[in-house]
């Protein structure tokens, strides 16, 4: 059975195949790069273009069976998502009051019933723990004994228009919607391991057009969040400072691009008009790098907002690890470190999970822009071991998906 993950970003698609067997290994076939349209800070705007975007991307597919479209884990992104703690509450069913499936589903099922305006929906339900007559902490309750079972969950929810945009633009492009994975899960699956999740780890993912975050602690989440803000802004912002247009401004980000300037000498010079003819003088380094900081900075700051608010900020021993095209800027780690007051690290995609017959693939993955697009992969291939149908669509794709990597 193939399964099909796709990183649907603002600017690029990021496509990956993999064929999974029946005990539950996944074979990665094919990675394919192509340019994205109608979205707009990682959400659809215009469902034209996107389906056409999507068309494209799947044309690259033609060698493959017609199933390769049939379950398509696509990533989710934007700022409407939400977080919140619920928590559900059953009597266990059996008389010998041992607990069972169906028991475990109806506490999970019950912790999702939480009031929700119209026009959200449920993402994800992730279970954080199990309670037995008040006994908490428990990871795994099946076969257990008690009257009463509780689970506290996280319920991350998103506004519906959303999710319908994303299932329609893959309908209309001829494929088929197996799964919905919020970015920062999907990051965090493939590039965090236990034992940070387990210290304390925040995972920062900075896209074309927005910058999320996911912080964990004791293997559990504690917070996730998206800002509007991305590496598109550090073009703009060369594009202002260089005069220049927001093309060359990119080629001149990743050719000479630096994300701290501190130690940079001054007299390194770029010559303009090697790269546009259009453009004349000369520009230092040092200058291209402190707009970037500016804007990295920036970027930084709100995540240090965010670790306040739930009392991480430099509290998290396993650090910062960033992932996305951006980790690959020079100096980031360090302005990271400067920034977060963490020890920070390039995430890159773990493949021990993964048999990768082609090496051209393998180090095409390795790559801190295919967190997402991995992520998928996996959440795939925990949803198939969790014993639950790849053709859920969308909305039911829920808890035990995450059951084997959260407690």
């Known amino acids: 059975m193939y399964i099909t993950a796709i990183d649907l970003g603002t600017s690029q698609i990021r496509l990956l195949v993999a064929e999974l067997a029946r005990d539950a290994r996944l074979n990665l076939k094919a990675i394919f790069k192509s340019p994205s349209a109608g979205l707009r800070k990682g959400e659809i705007v215009d469902i034209n273009d996107t389906v056409s975007a999507l068309k494209q991307a799947f044309s690259n597919l033609r060698h493959f069976p017609r199933s390769v479209l049939n379950n398509i884990f696509l990533n989710v992104g934007g700022t409407n ?3 919140s703690h619920s928590r559900g509450i059953v009597a266990v069913s059996r008389a010998d009051y041992e607990i069972r499936e169906d028991d475990i589903n109806r506490a999970i099922e019950a912790s999702r019933a939480i009031n ?13 723990e199990f309670i037995i007559d008040g006994v908490s ?11 009463r079972l509780e689970v506290n969950s996280l319920i991350i929810d998103v506004f519906s228009p959303v999710i319908k ?25 493939s590039s965090l391991t236990k034992s940070q999740k387990e210290l304390g780890v925040i995972i920062i993912n900075i896209g ?4 999320s975050l996911a912080v964990w602690e004791e293997d559990n989440l504690l917070g996730l969040k998206t800002f509007p803000i991305g590496s598109s802004h550090i ?17 001149i980000k990743l050719s000479f691009g630096y994300a701290l300037p501190k130690g940079l000498p001054t007299r390194e010079m770029v010559n303009l008009n090697d790269i546009s003819e259009d453009l004349k003088g000369v520009v230092s380094k040092r200058f291209i790098a402190e707009i970037i900081e500016s804007r990295l900075s920036e970027i930084f700051e709100l995540i240090n907002e965010e670790l306040k608010a739930i009392s991480k900020a430099g509290q998290l021993p396993a650090g910062a690890v960033i992932v996305g095209n951006v980790a690959k800027l020079p100096g980031i ?6 920034e977060l007051k963490l020890p920070s690290q390039i995430g890159i995609p773990q493949l021990s999970e993964v048999e990768i017959s082609n090496t051209e693939i393998s180090s095409q993955l390795e790559d801190p822009e295919f967190a997402v697009g991995l992520g998928l992969l996996l959440c795939a291939k925990d949803q198939y071991q969790s ?21």
Do not use: C, W
């Open 165 to 189: 945009n994303l299932n329609k633009a893959v309908e209309l492009a001829g494929g088929s919607i197996g799964g919905l994975i919020y970015n920062p899960i999907a990051s965090s699956r």
């Open 333 to 338: 780690v360090d302005l990271a470190k400067q």
């Open 387 to 407: 014993g639950k149908s790849l053709k859920l669509g969308g909305r039911s794709l829920f808890s035990k998906i995450f059951r084997p990597f959260l407690p």
């Open 81 to 83: 998502v939400k977080m």
């Open 235 to 251: 073009t703009n912002d060369l594009a202002i400072g260089l005069k220049s247009s927001i093309e060359v401004a990119e080629i």
């Open 208 to 211: 074309f057009s927005t910058a």
């Open 116 to 128: 929700l305006s119209p026009n959200r929906e449920i993402l994800h339900t992730i279970t954080k």
């Open 137 to 147: 902490g428990v990871k795994e309750p099946l076969s257990m004994t008690g009257n």
